[in-house]
Nanobody
């Protein structure tokens, strides 16, 4: 599966933004989707993930209650709704796909097989 994240840009602190992760092919619904981000000078970190069915979602503590991950398999697209954005949310956000995720492994980037180019989100104070 090929993935493409979009929706980034420059926003003010406290604003909202929605990122999209579009997948090609008919098998998008077979994949679990993860969102990761990498800030300048920092390592990549887990943000959120959603199971192939959409029934289970997972979040990093730093974004819990502010970000929401969802998907529309009919549109081959996953979303990351980001509310109450903070300057520390500034990063390049990427989506990734995993064919199988053992429970508890959703936050490890090593478990994701496919990655798309990221989209940059800059939050100004």
């Amino acid at each position: 599966v090929q993935l493409q994240a979009s929706g980034g840009g420059l926003v003010q602190a406290g604003d909202s933004a929605r990122l999209s992760c579009a997948g090609n092919g008919r098998t998008f619904s077979n994949y679990n989707i993860g969102w990761f981000r990498q800030a300048p000078g920092k390592e990549r970190e887990f943000v959120a993930a959603i199971r192939w069915s959409g029934r289970n979602t997972y979040y990093a503590d730093s974004v819990k209650d502010r970000f929401t991950v969802s998907r529309d398999n009919a549109k081959n697209t996953a979303y990351l709704q980001m509310n109450s954005l903070k300057p520390e949310d500034t990063a390049v956000y990427s989506c990734a796909a995993a064919t199988g995720l053992v429970a508890g492994s959703e936050s490890s980037s090593y478990n994701y097989n496919y990655w798309g180019p990221g989209t940059e989100v800059t939050v100004s104070s």
